[in-house]
T-cell receptor, first 115, second 112 residues
Framework: DSGVTQTPKHLITATGQRVTLRCSPR?????VYWYQQSLDQGLQFLIQ???????AKGNILERFSAQQFPDLHSELNLSSLELGDSALYFC??????????????FGSGTRLTVV | AQKITQTQPGMFVQEKEAVTLDCTYDTSDPSYGLFWYKQPSSGEMIFLIY??????QNATEGRYSLNFQKARKSANLVISASQLGDSAMYFCAMREYNDMRFGAGTRLTVKP
C-alpha cells in the first residue's frame, strides 16, 4: 500500500456521461497530481494542486476539471465522455509543491472504460 | 519544455543477466531530478531510483543503478541479475520545477 488511495478502481460508463474520480494523498503530502495513461502509452500530465490551489496545468481537456479540498483529497471530474477517454487515471502525491527533488507516490489508478 | 526519450520500445533479457534501459532528456535548467518507475502488468507505478542533477555519484538501490552521464544528458537504468518478476514497463521521468514528465516507456521481458 503506497498510502495514496484512489477510488474507484474500475469504472465503466457510457459515452456522454460524467464521472468523478477520487484521490486521497499520502499523509503529510500537500501536492496532488493527476495523470492519464492511455493504452500502451506513457503518462500524460493533466493537472497539479498544492494545498488546495491549482499549481500547474498540462494537457487537460476543457471537459475535464479537478479540485483539491481542505482535507487535501482531490477529485477529477470527466464530463461528456468519449470513447477516447478510456484510460488508466493515476493520482500521485508529494510532500512539496515544487522542486526537482521531490518524487511522487502513485495510487493504484482508476481504470475508466467508456462504452 | 522538458523532453524525455526512451528509444527502446521493448527489450528482452535472459534471467540472471544484466540489462540497460536507455533514457535521454533535454532541459536547460541546471537543477532537475531524474526518476525511474516500474509498472508491472497489474498497473501500479512503483518508484525505483532517483538521481539529482547535482549528485556526483551514480545512484544505486539494490539491483538497480542509474548510469548518469550529465554531459550527454542520459540517465540509463541498469538492472543487475534480472529476475522473472522484473518483467514490466519501465518509465524514465524528469522533474524540473513543477510537474514530472515521463518518457514513453520500455517494456522489459525477462526470459527463463
Amino acid at each position: 500500500d503506497s498510502g495514496v488511495t484512489q477510488t474507484p478502481k474500475h469504472l465503466i460508463t457510457a459515452t456522454g456521461q460524467r464521472v468523478t474520480l477520487r484521490c486521497s494523498p499520502r499523509s503529510g503530502d500537500l501536492s496532488v497530481y493527476w495523470y492519464q495513461q492511455s493504452l500502451d502509452q506513457g503518462l500524460q500530465f493533466l493537472i497539479q494542486y498544492y494545498n488546495g490551489e491549482e499549481r500547474a496545468k498540462g494537457n487537460i481537456l476543457e471537459r475535464f476539471s479537478a479540485q483539491q479540498f481542505p482535507d487535501l483529497h482531490s477529485e477529477l471530474n470527466l464530463s461528456s465522455l468519449e470513447l477516447g477517454d478510456s484510460a488508466l487515471y493515476f493520482c500521485a502525491s508529494s510532500v512539496g509543491g515544487t522542486g526537482p527533488h521531490y518524487g511522487y507516490t502513485f495510487g493504484s489508478g482508476t481504470r475508466l472504460t467508456v462504452v | 519544455a522538458q523532453k524525455i526519450t526512451q528509444t527502446q520500445p521493448g527489450m528482452f533479457v535472459q534471467e540472471k543477466e544484466a540489462v540497460t534501459l536507455d533514457c535521454t532528456y533535454d532541459t536547460s535548467d541546471p537543477s532537475y531530478g531524474l526518476f525511474w518507475y516500474k509498472q508491472p502488468s497489474s498497473g501500479e507505478m512503483i518508484f525505483l531510483i532517483y538521481q539529482g542533477s547535482y549528485d556526483q555519484q551514480n545512484a544505486t538501490e539494490g539491483r538497480y543503478s542509474l548510469n548518469f552521464q550529465k554531459a550527454r544528458k542520459s540517465a540509463n537504468l541498469v538492472i543487475s541479475a534480472s529476475q522473472l518478476g522484473d518483467s514490466a514497463m519501465y518509465f524514465c521521468a524528469m522533474r524540473e520545477y513543477n510537474d514530472m514528465r515521463f518518457g514513453a516507456g520500455t517494456r522489459l521481458t525477462v526470459k527463463p
